[in-house]
Structures are given as C-alpha cells and as structure tokens.
C-alpha cells in the first residue's frame, strides 16, 4: 500500500511538470522495478491528479473491512483464520 502512495505522490509529481503518461512510465519503472503500478493505472493516476489534489483513494461503497469481526465469526459457527 505505501509503495502504490508512493508512486501516485510521483505521478502527481510528474503532471505538476506537464510530463506525458508516456514520459512518465518509464522513469517510474526504472525506480519501482517490479513493484511498479501498470500502466493502466498509471494512465489512471496521470489522468485524476490533472483534476484532483488529493493522492489517496476515495471512500467507496463495498464491504466493510469490519465485516469480518470475532462476534461475526462466533455467530456463524465458523473457525477463526490464523494470521501469522
């Protein structure tokens, strides 16, 4: 997660200096290696961050990440998952 803000605060970086998504790809590629976002989303991120200030995700409808409590799981009968 803090590698995908890292790139987003680099791309917002890049559209600041009017860089291409083009021009922008290969110099994220060179620094993240393999960890890199897709294209896709950096054409997504250079896109929004000519519109937005903010680098961070927007809330949105879903499952809550709390849907899974200890009450949820006693209720239903099920084993706990074990985190290691």
Do not use: Y
Not at 43 to 50: E, H, I, L, S
């Amino acid at each position: 997660m803090q590698r995908s803000l890292e790139q987003r605060m680099a791309i917002k970086f890049c559209v600041k200096l009017e860089r291409s998504a083009a021009e922008t790809i290969p110099m994220l590629k060179k620094v993240f290696g393999v960890d890199c976002l897709s294209d896709r989303h950096i054409f997504r991120w250079q896109k929004a961050g000519k519109n937005r200030e903010d680098i961070n995700d927007e809330n949105r409808a879903g499952r809550p990440s709390t849907s899974s409590s200890d009450d949820n799981v006693k209720r239903l009968g099920m084993q706990p998952i074990l985190e290691f």
